[in-house]
């Protein structure tokens, strides 16, 4: 069974996991009718606010309202995919089709391997015969225009049981805030090993761009990349990735969870640590060009200062709320946020709730559960007979990073959007 921790409401945690282990109970009428009165009155209150801000007005405060009445479903359990993923079939069980169609779907991957575009991810089944094609035509496309195999984005993953290829192009600050932060978490780890344990703590290696391509069983053609981690590499004993993480923005939960699967069943990683963070709704640039800006630095500073006043209002009421400039929304209410540690031969996770319905949870973690023996093999860590202690986990800090970086991607957004339609 999960656990759950940072909820907004300690006693819907219980319900929730109460709920696990008994057979379901019929709810009373007049409970629904409850639930369905609270639920009206929290969209209610939720509408005004982002009215307000819509409209560029100070954001009021309604914060206790609408943390009374919370209770929607949460996004990463609804059966509805989300985020910028487009899927393509052109894998070898497919229907016959027309030569155009599959160099058009081509033509769509290398676009996104071309041009880096960001904050998109693209999924093409294809067998592996097709992927080592594709992975050679982008060695070479990158030979051409001297970009070093090292640079980080975009890069290319394959996952051999599903056989598909994804592609990943540059994310945003959230994406790379919390990576950062989660890296920092293990960079603060290793100081206590250089004390205590030094000759473990020059075999932990950190992770990012690098990619691992020895993966066994049903993934042994897998090619992955991890957001970040930690590997333990050592001469004299056991060596490999021991934590992995991914992090996911307005991606499925689904195609998250699949990425844990190639590290824990395919690699035998120690933890898997996954980060969803869900962007209400997905981002899109206005239909039409703001042709009358003249000066982009100064249309800049004056978003700067319009969201200003929001920002701070977001900032003490601990709301991740919609930035919003020009009545365009640039970048979307965080409306959930948390984080799941996965390890092998466990059917569930252990969950750290970060953001509910758009504000800060309660009790926000202190440590993901997580130990300095994690980040090192068994066989090294029993050696070492170093003592062992969870790792602190600063949740403050990362929320903080977090705001300021919806903040950035909003305005980066915005940049890059007056750039392309003044040019």
Known sequence: MSLVYGEPDPQSASARRASQSVAPIATPASEISQQSNRESARNATRATLKTKVMDNEP????????????GSTSISDSSAEHGKRLKLDISKD???????????????????????????ILDVQVPYSKYNQMEAAFSRIKAHKNISEDQRY???????????????????????????ELNVMFDSATEYLSECAPGLYRNI?????????????????????????????????????????????????????????????????????????SELSRFRNPTTAYHSIEDVRTEITAMKQSVAEPMRWYESHG?????V?????????????????WRPGRSSPDRYE??????????????????????????????????????????????????????????????????????
């Open 319 to 323: 709301y991740y709320g919609p930035i």
């Open 154 to 180: 975009p890069y290319l993953s394959y996952n051999s049981l599903t056989e598909t290829v994804t592609v990943v192009t540059v994310p945003n600050s959230i994406h790379e805030v919390a990576v950062h």
């Open 94 to 120: 497919a229907p016959p089709v027309m030569d155009d169609t599959i160099i058009s779907e081509y033509e769509e991957v290398f676009k996104l391997l071309t041009e880096n575009p960001p904050e998109q």
């Open 205 to 277: 290696l950190p992770l990012g761009s690098t990619t691992t391509d020895d993966f066994e069983g049903d993934y042994a053609h897998s090619s992955k990349q991890p957001d970040g981690g930690v590997a333990y590499n050592a001469i004299d004993a056991s060596s490999g990735v021991t934590i992995a993480t991914e992090v996911g923005i307005s991606q499925s939960y689904k195609s998250l969870c699949e990425a844990k699967d190639v590290w824990i069943n395919g690699h035998h990683v120690k933890v898997c640590i996954l980060v969803y963070v």
């Open 59 to 70: 954001a009021i405060p309604v914060v206790s309202e609408i943390s009374s009445t919370r």
């Open 354 to 423: 970060l953001i509910r319905d758009g504000f800060a949870c309660h009790n926000l973690p202190t440590t993901l559960g997580l130990k300095m023996s994690d980040m090192v093999t068994d066989d090294a860590w029993e050696a070492a007979g170093a003592p062992d202690r969870e790792i602190c986990f600063n949740s403050a800090r990362f929320m903080t990073r977090l705001m300021n970086a919806m903040l950035f991607t909003a305005q980066t957004r915005f940049l890059k959007y007056i750039r392309s339609s003044t040019n």
């Open 325 to 341: 400039y020009r009545r365009h929304k640039w970048a979307g209410e965080l409306n959930e946020a948390f984080v799941e540690i």
